[in-house]
């Protein structure tokens, strides 16, 4: 009894979670459809019946024909319910994400990981040139992005209408890429980097993956803690960046990767210390190397930063590399007019 109480909770919990992430009325087809993307299995029909005995509690309120809103009791109870189960969620979705991305640097085929971000429509030429000097000077693993419309999909999440969805490469790419290659990665900390004159001087803060219920990143971009647009014009400020490890012995590969990478649009700003030496006052013991990664969410905090209403989400999805185009390309497409739908370069339209 006791057991099916306990998962009874989870489903409510996830369904708390889902509209707390959404900020805006869902119905029960879109909160079906992201629980499954979870490993939550639940219709349309039982998602219903939890709604209302949500509604019941004061969790959740209908609005109209648009779908539940997470209601101030239902924000507490996220807050509180579980967090002891939820420690540690981010490293297991890193060595999740890890082994389902099966891009080959090779052939330059297959799926990698992306974090996605939606704004407002009317807000995208906006984001556009706020979002364009942190690409150009590469405060990111990769230049390459996909943009999507109302109604298309960017892996398996629909955008919502009236907005703009956009895919940045996460780093738990570059994870996958190692491992592949027979180097495992430590991913450690997420953390707030800071730059002088174009270069990393030092963490200013970090939060550990292995004790964190929440994408380090997401809270530091929300928490109005990133001044990537000023770093990428001045070269001074405070970006995202992440903190990895892997054994000394896979130095020099490690090394070949990148530059394999880099060929491929994948390689940005991602920098190796020494075996067994501190890097950027990081230590990371003997017969180890101190990796650092740039946060594919960068160019989006800089759009935060300008004032553009954005929810992003890291590690959010897998696409295909073959659907990536250059910012810059993507860019041009946004500035001569071409904002009102559509997916640049290629995608999906999502099914009805």
Known sequence: MNR?????????????????EAGRPLGARAISRELALRGVDLNERTVRYHLLHLDERGFTRLVGRSGRLLTERGREEIAGALAVERVGFVNSRIDDLACQADFDLASRRGRLVINVTYLPLEQERRAVEAMRPAFEAG????????????????????????????????????NS????????????????????????????EIISYAGSTLDPIEIFIKGKMTTVHATAISGSGRICASFRLFPASALDQARALLEEMKAAGLGEMVLLGNPSQPFLEVPTGKERVGMLVAGGL??????????????????????????????SRIQKKITRGFHAAGQYGKGTKAKT
Request: proline share 7%; charged share 20%; with cysteine.
């Open 177 to 204: 890429i190692f491992l592949r290659h027979g180097i495992p990665v430590e991913s450690s900390f997420g953390g707030l980097l800071e730059m002088a004159q174009g270069k990393p001087r030092r963490f200013n």
């Open 139 to 174: 405060l990111c693993l990769s230049v390459l992005a996909v943009r999507a419309g109302p109604g298309e999909k960017l892996g398996g999440l629909e955008v919502p209408p009236a907005m703009a969805g956009w895919g940045t490469v996460c780093s738990v790419t570059l």
């Open 298 to 327: 960068n160019p989006p905090a800089a759009a935060e930063e300008m004032g553009v209403d954005t929810y992003s989400r890291a590690m959010a999805a897998l696409v295909d590399y073959s659907a990536l185009s250059p910012f």
């Open 4 to 20: 099916k109480l306990r998962s009874l909770e989870r489903k409510t919990l996830a369904i708390l979670e889902i509209l707390q």
